[in-house]
């Protein structure tokens, strides 16, 4: 399967201000999906990246909150914005090539102070 | 939407012995059901998955059962060892590819020597 890159792996970030993660995945994928996972909890979708298109938002979760990007079939970005301590979590890119499964980066792991 | 939810929460076995976790989902949709390994501080990695034209799927000690009529699929582990202590998560898709994943809750497994 693909290899995700995912940067930065963590942050600590003053409430009020912002944080873009990116994701960098090594060939062409169908679909990209951000996900978020608190400590100890399952995972939870945010949204799905459409590439060239706005994102498709769960319930829960907004654009002005959570703006994604996703220019190209291998490329998204997701901006935290005015961040809260609430928003403390791991933040996780996953693909989806075809017919192979969902795989995963390594998460970013966000602290709101 | 989709509600996955997931028995037991945690699992202690002794090495050796089989471990079973259990899923049931609400959409008569979803026709994909992976399952997920989550070690400490890592990013969730497949461990096997199961289409809705397949009722069993076996891989080495790990099994996965689905029942589309109950809409309940399970995760069977034989000969348990330690290193398969971690957290373990079921997901259910409405898409065999390109659809996003809702995940269980997990089950945290112990396996103690």
């Known amino acids: 399967s693909a290899v995700i890159s995912q940067k930065p792996s963590r942050d600590i970030c003053q409430r009020g201000t912002s944080l873009t993660i990116q994701c960098q995945v090594d060939s062409q994928v169908t679909m990209m999906f951000w996900y978020r996972q608190q400590p100890g909890q399952s995972l939870t979708l945010i949204a799905t990246a459409n590439q060239g298109s706005e994102a498709t938002y769960e319930s829960g979760f907004v654009i002005d909150k959570f703006p994604i990007s996703r220019p190209n079939l291998t490329f998204s970005t997701l901006t935290v914005s005015n961040m809260s301590p609430e928003d403390s979590s791991i933040y996780l890119c996953?693909?989806?090539?075809?017919?192979?499964?969902?795989?995963f980066g390594q998460g970013t792991r966000l602290t709101v102070v | 939407g989709e509600n996955v939810e997931q028995h037991p929460s945690t699992l202690s076995v002794q090495e050796g012995d089989s471990a079973v976790i259990k899923c049931t989902y609400s959409?008569?949709?979803?026709?994909?059901f992976p399952w997920y390994k989550q070690e400490l501080g890592k990013r969730p990695q497949l461990i096997i998955d199961i289409r809705s034209n397949v009722g069993e799927k076996k891989d080495q000690r790990i099994a996965v059962t689905l029942n589309k009529t109950a809409k309940h699929f399970s995760l069977h582990i034989t000969e348990t060892q330690p290193e398969d202590s971690a957290v373990y998560f079921c997901a259910a898709s409405k898409g065999n590819s390109g659809y996003a994943l809702n995940f269980g809750k997990g089950t945290s497994l112990l396996v103690t020597p």
């Open positions: 996953s693909a989806w090539g075809g017919r192979t499964e969902a795989f």
């Open positions: 959409d008569s949709a979803s026709n994909y």
